[in-house]
């Protein structure tokens, strides 16, 4: 898969009117995520690109094989990095509501820890 079907899976698998938006800074993606079943009107930023979504990915490809061992790497690898936001999403501090992608996983920031 290329980057960009990558990413438009990320954003048909993530739902909750998954959309790509611009901030000052960059593209992120916005999201109003499901926390313990039940829809939340707050909205989420991911910040991830087409390209380091990819670059994460392929990264993550041996792991997602491991844990999805009927998925091709690459599918198993986003869904593996699905658990990774929902995680995020699901033990993230009031206020943060931008997600960032690390090598270790997806972590949980407010918009004024990623501005200082």
């Not at 041996?62 to 998925?71: A, H, I, L, S, W």
């Amino acid at each position: 898969m290329h980057d960009d079907e990558l990413y438009v899976e990320l954003l048909r698998r993530l739902g909750g009117g998954a959309h790509t938006a611009d901030t000052s800074s960059e593209p992120v993606i916005e999201f109003s995520p499901t926390v313990d079943g039940a829809s939340t009107e707050a909205l989420v930023r991911l910040h991830v690109t087409q390209a380091s979504l990819g670059e994460h990915l392929r990264a993550m490809a041996n792991d997602g094989e491991r844990v999805f061992p009927g998925e091709a790497p690459l599918v198993g690898a986003l869904q593996l990095f699905l658990v990774h936001i929902d995680e995020a999403v699901n033990t993230r501090q009031p206020g943060h509501d931008d997600l960032i992608v690390r090598s270790g996983g997806v972590w949980a920031f407010s918009s004024d820890e990623l501005e200082g």
